[in-house]
């Protein structure tokens, strides 16, 4: 019996159609031997631990809450602007009051539902803290950024704002990422 490569992100629908195409033969899947005997439910068992209609039903779940909980926060939006604005005022340097009350909503809307906002506020709240030297101030808010756990994607946004909200924000940001090459 012949092997099969599937391709990288294939679902198990197309790799039981590809095994039926190219039968008889078999074909390794996330581990597991698929046969071009096995039925759809066979595969979808072999894979998940579920037949297809469970898989399905079971997917179908997850998107539904995923949505409720999307349809939840969007209707929060609205307060949730008007707080970040508020806890903005004696944090954000005045100068960018402006440009934050404006990107404050947009951010809420994206994927990361304004993580970003949060950590700009802690941030910044550190950076303002005078009583602190500078450089204990860049240690604190270096070990903060390292407990956050930001992907490449999450990081740079968050460097992107601390370079457009603080004076500090360049010199911290060279700070971090020089603590991470080290």
Request: aromatic letters at 10%; charged letters at 35%; hydrophobic letters at 35%.
């Given at each position: 019996m012949k092997k099969i490569e599937f391709y990288p992100g294939i679902n198990l629908d197309k790799a039981y159609q590809e095994l039926q195409d190219n039968a008889p033969c078999y074909g390794e899947f996330n581990e597991k031997t698929?046969?071009?005997?096995?039925?759809?439910?066979?595969?979808f068992v072999k894979v998940t631990g579920k037949s297809k209609?469970?898989?399905?039903?079971?997917?179908?779940?997850?998107h539904e809450e995923y949505d409720?909980?999307?349809a939840e926060f969007k209707?929060?939006?609205?307060?949730?602007?008007?707080?970040?604005?508020?806890?903005a005022r004696g944090i954000i340097?005045?100068?960018?009051?402006?440009?934050?009350?404006?990107?404050?909503?947009?951010?809420?809307?994206?994927?990361?539902?304004?993580?970003?906002?949060d950590c700009w506020l802690a941030f910044i709240e550190i950076l303002n803290d005078t009583s602190k030297?500078?450089?204990e101030r860049?240690?604190?808010?270096?070990?903060?950024?390292?407990?956050?756990?930001?992907?490449?994607?999450?990081?740079?946004?968050?460097?992107?704002?601390?370079?457009?909200?603080?004076?500090?924000?360049?010199?911290?940001?060279?700070?971090?990422?020089d603590s991470i090459k080290a």
């Open positions: 698929l046969y071009s005997t096995d039925s759809l439910d066979e595969v209609v469970e898989h399905d039903e079971y997917i179908r779940k997850i409720r909980k999307e209707a929060k939006i609205p307060q949730l602007t008007e707080d970040y604005r508020k806890r340097p005045e100068e960018h009051l402006k440009y934050w009350d404006e990107i404050v909503p947009i951010r809420l809307n994206d994927l990361y539902h304004g993580m970003e906002l030297k500078e450089l860049f240690e604190r808010c270096r070990s903060l950024f390292s407990k956050q756990g930001h992907s490449g994607m999450s990081a740079g946004l968050v460097f992107s704002g601390l370079k457009r909200f603080h004076p500090l924000g360049e010199m911290l940001v060279s700070y971090i990422n």
